[in-house]
């Protein structure tokens, strides 16, 4: 198992500096490459990053304060937070353009999909509740009470559990997706503010915004098993595909904390822009993306030589949702 973990590894990491190194031959210069969605709070829109480019290539309003984003699997939807608005703008992908507005609790500040697209999951951080959206009827199907202050969320590879960090109470709640009941709840650090499962769904790794650690969970057991340092402030955070690395986004510390999920130690610590906040791992584990609120900036990290490019987006990036190609037709 040992072995062979290593040698995906190297596949990783060759398969991502190929990519590097003729990414912009290979691909037609008219033809996006794969894109980044970057919420703007300050400026209620959403910039659309070809990363390929470096560069901006549109910019979607939506609505009063958008918080965070998420992109369905397929990555034809993006679903936005409107934290001042109270409501999820739902944005066509193909199209650029928001096709309806659900309202849902107070603030909600945090999105996830699940793996097939049948539910939309919202934190309200004001309300201290996760609205259910029907992807399909696009209306709210259930509101479930959990701890206070709600923000970071995950649903399990399965689909059958979502995991919702509540930053007021230092918890982190076990919703059963099918019933929409809470389980149960385990303790974690401070604040708790994001959340980011292995690849497997074995370990759940959860960053800790006033105790600057980030908690490493046994999902199985349920019990946290390791509290790692890293940071000033960690927000954001992202888990490799092949499950060897974890991102972490330090808003007060001005870097990214990586951290090897064997040794549990931090390994590397990455420059970026000002107020690093929210962190998009890209889906090939090449690239990681991170927004820089203070800045109006978005890092993009690579993950075989953790070099640094840095794009313009608009005012007061949050939330980012990454997607390995373009939509078709785009």
């Known amino acids: 198992m040992t072995r062979n973990r290593h040698i995906a590894g190297r596949t990783t990491a060759v398969l991502c500096a190929t990519i590097a190194l003729t990414g912009l031959a290979a691909a037609p210069p008219e033809r996006p490459g794969p894109l980044v969605y970057v919420a703007n709070l300050h400026s209620d829109t959403v910039s659309v990053v070809d990363t390929r480019a470096g560069t901006v290539v549109d910019s979607i309003p939506v609505g009063d304060g958008p918080d965070s984003a998420a992109l369905s699997p397929d990555g034809s939807r993006l679903y936005v937070t409107d934290s001042a608005a109270d409501t999820v703008s739902v944005v066509d992908t193909?199209?650029?353009?928001?096709?309806?507005?659900?309202?849902?609790?107070?603030?909600?500040?945090?999105?996830?999909?699940?793996?097939?697209?049948?539910?939309?999951?919202?934190?309200?951080?004001?309300?201290?509740?996760?609205?259910?959206?029907?992807?399909?009827?696009?209306?709210?199907?259930?509101?479930?009470?959990?701890?206070?202050?709600?923000?970071?969320?995950?649903?399990?590879?399965?689909?059958?559990?979502?995991?919702?960090?509540?930053?007021?109470?230092?918890?982190?709640?076990?919703?059963?997706?099918?019933?929409?009941?809470?389980?149960?709840?385990?303790?974690?650090?401070?604040?708790?503010?994001?959340?980011?499962?292995?690849?497997?769904?074995?370990?759940?790794?959860?960053?800790?915004?006033?105790?600057?650690?980030v908690s490493v969970v046994d999902t199985r057991s349920g019990t946290e098993t390791d509290r790692i340092p890293v940071g000033d402030q960690p927000t954001g955070i992202g888990v490799l595909p092949d499950g060897r690395r974890v991102y972490v986004a330090n808003l007060g510390s001005d870097d990214v904390s990586v951290i090897s999920t064997r040794s549990r130690t931090v390994t590397d610590t990455v420059p970026v822009g000002d107020g690093p906040n929210g962190l998009a791992v890209g889906p090939d584990g090449c690239t990681v993306h991170v927004s820089n609120f203070e800045s109006d900036t978005l890092s993009v990290i690579d993950t075989s030589t953790s070099a640094t490019a840095t794009v313009p987006v608009g005012d007061g990036p949050t939330g980012v949702a990454a997607h390995a190609l373009s939509p078709a037709g785009v």
């Not at 353009?97 to 699940?114: C, D, K, L, N």
């Not at 049948?118 to 399909?136: L, P």
């Open 94 to 213: 193909r199209t650029r353009a928001v096709v309806e507005t659900v309202g849902v609790g107070r603030e909600p500040s945090r999105v996830t999909v699940s793996p097939d697209h049948r539910s939309v999951y919202v934190a309200n951080v004001g309300a201290g509740t996760v609205s259910v959206i029907s992807a399909r009827t696009l209306a709210v199907t259930d509101t479930i009470a959990v701890g206070d202050a709600p923000l970071g969320l995950v649903v399990t590879p399965d689909g059958r559990t979502l995991y919702v960090a509540n930053a007021g109470a230092d918890s982190v709640s076990v919703v059963r997706t099918d019933t929409g009941t809470v389980t149960g709840a385990f303790r974690v650090g401070g604040g708790p503010t994001a959340l980011a499962l292995a690849p497997d769904g074995r370990h759940l790794y959860v960053s800790n915004l006033t105790s600057d650690d």
